[in-house]
């Protein structure tokens, strides 16, 4: 019997919803207001930053681009970020990554500040992560936690098991699976039995980087596997760190690449704006 497929589209709509009545709610007070920042030429990033703006546009969140030359220095980037920091239009800034050599990330990603930090990098949101304080959390573990909810995934008790230690998914996706009570094991390229492990798990989440990674032995039978990897085949295709074929016959559930995951992210960009535009107008 082939697994239940999750829907990231549906979801990530069902949230831009209620993203959109909450802007509305609240337009007669304050316009939640999100900008893009942009460095260098890569299309992949142009094509994501504006879909980023077109869902804006759809919630009724004020959006800004800031497209900015690959040969920007530091200190011009800094300086942006500083103007934008003080706009009191913008209530989320998004730094497009990966940045031009020339330019030190964490040094940049510092300089948001915490509060209109809506990816959640900043070390201060990164710590009330930790502690399970209000703060922001990256879009995508955050996206993951939403698509578990509305599909009434029970997290409390469960063996969680999420694959790949990343500062952007990996570890904050764990630390929201432990708050809500499940039992964590983080896996990486140096864990022993591998694939023993991700058989204990009954919530599993692929986020490796590597293509068709994890196989149907290695899944529990009635699993739900989260697949957040997007990776370009040699022949063109979009495959996730999940062999999606083998292992759907497998799984309870399981996200499509693509279609699964990454719409989620966005919807989330979107509810982070909208929350800091709350907390700004002391409505939340």
Known sequence: MSAKRID???ISQQVRIRVKSEVEKISDRITPGLAAVLVGEDPASRIYVRNKRKKCEEVGIYSEEHPLPESTSEDALLSLIDKLNQDPKIHGILV?????????????????????????????????LVANEPGFVPCTPLGII???????????????VVVGRSNIVGKPAALLLLHRHATVTICHSRTKNLAAVCREADILIAAIGKPQFIKADMVKEGATVIDVGINRLPDGRLVGDVDFEAVQERAGAITPVPGGV??????????NTLQSAKWTAGLA
């Open 146 to 160: 939403e698509m578990l909810n509305t599909l009434g995934v029970e997290m409390k008790g469960a063996n969680a």
């Open 96 to 128: 497009q990554l990966p940045l031009p050599d020339q330019i030190q990330e964490r040094r940049i990603l510092e300089a948001v500040l915490p509060e209109k930090d809506v990816d959640g990098f900043h070390y201060l949101n990164v710590g009330k």
């Open 8 to 10: 990231g589209k549906m």
């Open 262 to 271: 990454g719409p989620m992210t966005i919807a989330m960009l979107l509810s």
